[in-house]
């Protein structure tokens, strides 16, 4: 078998995890870019004065909030997408293990 063939045979196998672990990885992207929105809002209400003590524990808790759920979702979606690169890796060697005398 070529290895064309057992990665598209892999991947058809497995092509909900990639999804999964590459959505994961692209909305950690995007939460990534929320922080320095809220900041830039944050910013604003100081210069502003509109911006009292539990508001900005508010904006406090968002931020931590939002930085625990990127971490967490970004880490999550590359383990997903590099243990099933791993168990490709090895994939065709259990097949030529078997054939050795």
Known sequence: MSGVRIVRSYFRKN?????????MV???SFLAAQIPR????????LR??????????VYVGLIILI??????TG????????RKGRQLTYLP??????RTP
């Open 15 to 23: 092509w909900i995890i990639y999804v999964i672990g590459i959505s």
């Open 26 to 28: 692209a909305a950690a």
């Open 38 to 45: 809220l900041l830039g809002q944050v910013t604003d209400r």
């Open 48 to 57: 502003d004065g509109s911006l009292d003590m539990s508001q900005m524990a």
């Open 67 to 72: 930085g625990i759920v990127r971490v967490s």
């Open 75 to 82: 880490w999550g979606g590359r383990i997903l997408v590099h």
């Open 93 to 98: 060697a259990i097949p030529d293990l078997a």
